[in-house]
């Protein structure tokens, strides 16, 4: 079993900024892969971007340019930056860890106001 809790969600102005980070109990480099997923409302859940165990990344085209994953060997963590927010980025973003299983964390909620 992992424990996934994500955190820094929040509100913030279109054009602003959020970095939310995926706090797990084992470690995130030992993963098949590690990423962040969104649920907007009456919305399915999507990819935002992915990291797998070599290093390799891929985003959704909507978070290209904008987002970054990256990865946090001090304190085990999987930080997901984001810039120029806008309204359409409001969901509940959800960490995901996948090695023999699949785990998802609870969800923080970001909101980008117009």
């Known amino acids: 079993q992992v424990q996934l809790v994500e955190s820094g969600g929040g509100l913030v102005q279109a054009g602003g900024s959020l970095r939310l980070s995926c706090a797990a109990s084992?470690?995130?480099?030992?993963?098949?892969?590690t990423g962040w997923y969104r649920q907007a409302p009456g919305k399915q859940r999507q990819l935002v971007g992915f990291?797998?165990?070599?290093?390799?990344?891929a985003y959704a085209d909507s978070a290209k340019g904008r987002f970054t994953i990256s990865r946090h060997n001090a304190n085990n963590t999987l930080p997901l930056q984001m810039n120029g927010l806008q309204p359409e980025d409001t969901a509940v973003y959800y960490c995901?860890?996948?090695?023999?299983?699949?785990?998802w964390g609870q969800g923080t909620q970001v909101t980008v106001s117009s």
């Open positions: 995901r860890f996948q090695d023999g299983g699949t785990y």
């Open positions: 084992k470690n995130i480099f030992s993963a098949k892969s």
């Open positions: 990291i797998t165990r070599d290093g390799y990344t």
